[in-house]
């Protein structure tokens, strides 16, 4: 059997699945996004983090999957990575969507929605994406994510929303200040991250009245704004992959019931589904 190499790369971190002989061999490393890291740094990454754990075994065929190559310029970037790195690897360049969309679709039709630390949906025919809600990233939009609900939540803390009993949980759990807030978010890199960083707090504390809202407003909002754009909603099942919906497939349980769809997959991850999708 030929070893085939695939990848998922997300906002935060890269997951790599080397299939040989029907074994499988993971290795992690930070997000490779041409819209954060040059590809220099990258090359330079995986020498170091991903080459030597595979011991430079011969890869036939190499499936990358990630953020930022709906964009024609990024997807050349990648293809320069790939060409220094596995030079004589057959490589695929997909959007992160189009690998959830495999990975929890497999070949049947349906929704395919991305809630980690950003946010993503779409609806795939059982080949290909059909069509797409529009990403505009964690300033503008990803609504349901990460990111999106971890920045309800430093407004709840810096409004002094929440009660006394939350503002000293926060306080004691991240030790966060207003100026240290504010210079993380508006002066330093990654801020969709370190937003995101904050939804561990919604997680620390389900049960709480003010909590239980956020989420569920949160995620009630990429329904509204999102899956409320794709007329197939009502026909196909719909699929959630991502950390964000994982941890919540409760409220995703209850609102598909409350709006009358039908929920699919909720991963954790798109790996395994991936995994499935090209041993075929």
């Not at 630390?117 to 939009?141: D, F």
Request: charged share 20%; net charge positive.
């Amino acid at each position: 059997m030929p070893a085939i190499l695939i990848a998922d790369s997300g906002s935060t971190k890269c997951e790599w699945c080397l299939l040989v002989n029907g074994k499988k061999k993971t290795v992690l490393t930070p997000a490779m996004s041409p819209y954060f890291v040059t590809a220099e740094n990258m090359v330079q990454l995986l020498q170091q983090q991903l080459l030597p754990k595979i011991k430079h075994t011969p890869i036939d065929a190499l499936y990358f999957y990630g953020t930022g190559l709906g964009n024609p310029a990024n997807v050349a970037i990648m293809k320069k990575v790939f060409k220094q790195l596995f030079p004589k690897t057959k490589t695929e360049l997909n959007t992160d969507l189009l690998g959830i969309a495999r990975a929890s679709c497999g070949n049947q039709k349906g929704i395919a929605c991305i809630l980690g630390t950003g946010s993503n949906a779409c609806y795939y025919n059982g080949k290909k994406i059909v069509s797409i809600s529009p990403g505009l990233g964690y300033v503008l939009g990803d609504e349901g994510s990460g990111a999106y609900l971890g920045k309800k939540v430093i407004q709840y803390f810096l409004y002094k929303t929440f009660d006394e009993d939350l503002m000293a949980r926060f306080q004691k759990r991240f030790g966060e200040t207003h100026a240290s807030i504010l210079e993380n978010v508006y002066k330093k890199p990654l801020a969709n991250r370190y937003l995101a960083n904050f939804a561990l707090f919604l997680v620390e504390n389900r049960g709480h009245f003010m909590i239980e809202n956020i989420i569920e407003d949160g995620l009630n909002d990429f329904f509204f704004t999102h899956l409320y754009k794709f007329k197939e909603s009502w026909t196909q099942p719909i699929h959630f992959v991502g950390s964000v919906g994982f941890g919540f497939r409760d409220v995703l349980k209850d609102l598909c019931n409350s709006y009358e769809l039908e929920l699919g997959k909720v991963l954790k991850t798109p790996m395994p589904g991936l995994v499935a999708y090209h041993k075929q």
